[in-house]
């Protein structure tokens, strides 16, 4: 329905910049002919630009950001250490994040719904969950089939926080306002997403023996790096590791603690991305071309979600439509996918979208 009116209102501007310019042309037929001037020119520059810019406006804000995808890619992981157990491991794992879920926002649910609807490994929710309290009442129906292994989340800055138009504007330049001064409980939140089948963790780790697989969930808005060492004294020696957050900060911590894969949210992908620029602003320690998808640092494997929604105050998209993922990993035990090496120029080279 947004968008019908939105193309209305555009059809209905075009109809009025015709009917202007017909009636220019009725007065120049009985007035002396006049040489053109510039003004003329300038005057249709600055009325096509207005239109297009109207148009990318109404589009990036009506239409993009709901044009939800599903992407799929491959990932390989591994290390150059010895190890006990040479079995490959591959697990179909979907991540998704940044739902920001308000409570009108069934159309997303429903997409939600329906990719979390097959037979997956894991399912890995990012952060920033719900956007308002009354979104929550969607939380225990955004799982629609229990994955295998589990379901985990971790919550976001969006999660803790309900974001007044002073904390997203005044707040980008002065650090004291960039946040509200209390945290909100979160308690209904991880309730609802118990109830769908999600275990919401802070700051923990997980251990599934029957798949060798340890899981840490990094809380918003980090860990600090003592923590996380700590954690890790827990996971067994060749176990796939895998760690969750939000907020991409102090990655290097994440790939010096041995994860093989982490999953992170909150940059959007950038929202806004220019072709042949990247994204506009990352809201993170990642730099432009790093604003969302495969990354790799170290030894570890980054993904980082475009998310499926945004705060409705400042959700507009271009050239970066929302999208959860299916990450087909394969964890190769003993061999090293690190960056040189013959195996990483192979295997890495098919960790892109297909």
């Not at 193309?7 to 009636?23: A, G, I, N, P, V």
């Not at 990354?295 to 980082?304: E, L, P, Q």
Request: proline fraction near 5%; aromatic fraction near 8%.
């Amino acid at each position: 329905m947004q968008t019908k009116i939105a193309w209305y209102l555009l059809t209905l501007l075009f109809k009025e910049l015709r009917k202007r310019s017909s009636q220019k042309s009725k007065l120049k037929a009985v007035l002396p002919k006049k040489k053109n001037s510039t003004a003329k020119v300038i005057g249709w520059s600055v009325s096509a630009l207005g239109l297009a810019g109207l148009a990318l406006f109404l589009y990036g804000t009506k239409v993009e950001p709901r044009r939800y995808r599903l992407e799929r890619l491959t990932v390989y992981t591994g290390s150059d250490e010895g190890t006990a157990d040479p079995l490959i491991t591959s697990l179909k794992i979907l991540h998704i994040s940044d739902l920001h879920i308000g409570g009108h926002d069934l159309e997303k649910v429903r997409f939600i719904q329906k990719i979390t609807d097959d037979d997956y490994d894991l399912v890995i929710l990012t952060g920033d969950v719900f956007e308002f309290n009354d979104g929550i009442k969607y939380g225990e129906s955004l799982l629609t089939r229990k994955p295998r292994l589990g379901a985990y989340a971790v919550m976001g800055n969006h999660d803790y926080y309900d974001y007044t138009i002073l904390n997203k504007t005044l707040g980008r330049v002065i650090k004291k306002l960039r946040h509200p001064p209390a945290k909100k409980d979160v308690t209904p939140h991880c309730q609802a997403l118990a109830k769908a089948g999600f275990k919401v963790l802070f700051n923990e780790c997980e251990y599934i023996e029957n798949a060798n697989l340890f899981l840490v969930g990094i809380d918003y808005p980090g860990i600090k790096k003592e923590e996380l060492d700590v954690l890790m004294t827990k996971a067994p020696a060749h176990a796939l590791k895998l760690a969750l957050f939000h907020l991409p900060r102090r990655l290097d911590a994440i790939v010096d603690a041995g994860f093989d894969l982490a999953f992170g949210g909150h940059t959007h992908g950038g929202q806004i991305r220019l072709p042949g620029y990247g994204a506009l602003i990352t809201d993170s320690e990642l730099p432009r071309g790093e604003a969302s998808g495969l990354i790799k640092k170290g030894g570890t494997a980054f993904h980082i979600s475009r998310g499926l929604g945004a705060d409705p105050r400042s959700n507009i998209r271009l050239f970066c439509p929302p999208a959860a993922t299916v990450i087909d990993l394969v964890h190769a035990p003993g061999l090293d996918f690190s960056p040189g090496t013959d195996v990483h120029q192979r295997k890495w080279a098919a960790a892109k979208p297909v």
